[in-house]
């Protein structure tokens, strides 16, 4: 009996230390993942994947699963859009329906993103086109040339430059260094940046620049980086043959393909201008609920990093400005600067045309900023258009920036 009574103890205790082992797994890996002590197991790209197939459908659902470990969690997730807006802007792709359409807004100060929509006219199946950085930067990546020329201190916004030709072609003859005949004519980098002329940002790349510098610039404006973000973001692609002025001017006027992003990248580059020079991580979730109400996740305002110092920002504000009062964008903002309210709105942008194949059309971009010195957003509009246009992308960007800032004067005198 006692030999028998003995075998049994011992298998109650393996039965209990097998419940044990049991009980305690449970606890690791179904109990705690709900209790908000564990939100920081959920990672940005974990989220980025749990959303991913929503997104190539223009939706964001009530209820995302999340994998973080060995673990799939169903949470309920807290947008940062602003659903006014997010509106406003579907409504309007499906007015004026381009063949391809994106359009994305950002808080500034916070990576938080108000507003994304990708729109096809066909409703063909292609993904979400704010998300991609498969198109061409054009004229937008003046931006990173006179960034990199103004905070190496090697220009500024009074800077001269003598050129020929006209403004958006760029030929080599138009290049020569020592070329100044009598009928060149000679603009400011203000001037050039607003109008978009090729041939004085060609100039600024093989004279005033070096090319291991704007490719620095490239890099700290995010391409060839990886975005940290809880969307599934492509990084954008910036390649420069030094070898070859040619090329290089090219690159840094923005007429050429070798420089692709995607519209986040766009408004984040903005985004940074208008943040005294720093680019915040972007983000969509605000937080993450378990099924019980408790928070698992919330998101954390994060810098990518400085891309350019306080009083270089001040000057590009300046170029871009000068974009939507006298330059490439104007008439799309014409009648906007003229309303009273609008004036205590400060507005400034880039744009950029050129034809792309990935998908095949002329593409129009519109990349820029608006602040009332308390909010400050970032935002890019993109559209294609196979052969008929249909809208400007900075008309698009006009009708946000009014409508978000029209919603925040009325929400201030409530």
């Known amino acids: ?39 920081s197991e ?15 459908e223009n939706l964001f659902p009530d209820w995302l699963e999340v994998q973080t470990g060995l673990r799939r969690l169903k949470l309920a997730p807290t947008y940062s859009l602003d659903l006014l807006s997010q509106h406003k ?10 063949d391809y359409g994106a359009f994305v807004a950002v808080d500034a100060k916070t990576g938080a993103i108000l507003s994304l929509v990708s729109f ?10 704010v998300l991609q950085a498969t198109f061409p930067a054009a004229s937008v990546f003046k931006v990173v040339t006179a960034a990199a020329a103004i905070d190496q201190r090697k220009a500024d916004p009074n800077t001269v430059v003598a050129y020929t030709g006209a403004n958006h072609t760029l030929y080599k003859r138009n290049l020569l260094q020592n070329f100044n005949p009598r ?5 400011t980098l203000r001037e050039a940046f607003a109008r978009s002329i090729n041939s004085v940002f060609g100039k600024v790349g093989l004279y005033i620049l070096k090319p291991e510098e704007l490719a620095e610039y490239a890099k700290r404006f995010q391409f060839n980086q990886a975005i940290n973000a809880d969307v599934p973001v492509q990084p954008g692609t910036f390649y420069l043959d030094a070898e070859d002025k040619y090329k290089v001017a090219e690159a840094a006027s923005g007429f050429t393909r070798v420089a692709q992003m995607s519209p986040l990248q766009g408004a984040l580059m903005a985004a940074s201008i208008v943040n005294e020079g720093i680019m915040m991580e ?22 990518l990093g400085q891309v350019m110092n306080v009083e270089t920002a001040k000057n590009l504000r300046e170029l871009m400005r000068e974009t939507v009062v006298r330059g490439t964008s104007q008439k799309s903002f014409r009648d906007l600067l003229r309303k009273k309210k609008a004036q205590q709105i400060e507005m400034g942008g880039k744009t950029g045309h050129l034809t792309g194949l990935s998908p095949k059309g002329n593409y129009d971009w519109f990349v820029g900023y608006a602040t009332d010195g308390k909010k400050q957003i970032a935002l890019a509009a993109l559209t294609i258009n196979e052969e008929n246009w249909r809208v400007k992308s900075s008309y698009l960007a006009r009708q946000f920036i009014e409508g978000y800032f029209k919603k925040i004067q009325i929400t201030e005198r409530q």
Do not use: C, D, H
């Open 282 to 303: 972007p983000f969509v979730v605000e937080s993450l609920r378990t099924e019980l109400g408790e928070i698992a996740y919330k998101a954390e305002v994060k810098p």
């Open 120 to 129: 096809t006219r066909e409703n063909k199946e292609i993904g979400n086109l």
């Open 89 to 98: 802007m579907e409504k309007l792709f499906s007015q004026y329906r381009p």
């Open 183 to 187: 009928w060149a004519r000679k603009v």
């Open 42 to 56: 959920i990672s940005k790209a974990s989220i980025a994947k749990a959303i991913e197939a929503s997104l190539k």
């Open 1 to 39: 009996m006692g030999q028998s009574e003995g075998k049994s103890q011992k298998r109650f205790l393996v039965y209990l230390g097998f419940f044990a082992v049991t009980v305690a797994i449970f606890f690791k890996w179904v109990i705690l993942p709900k209790s908000p002590s564990r939100q």
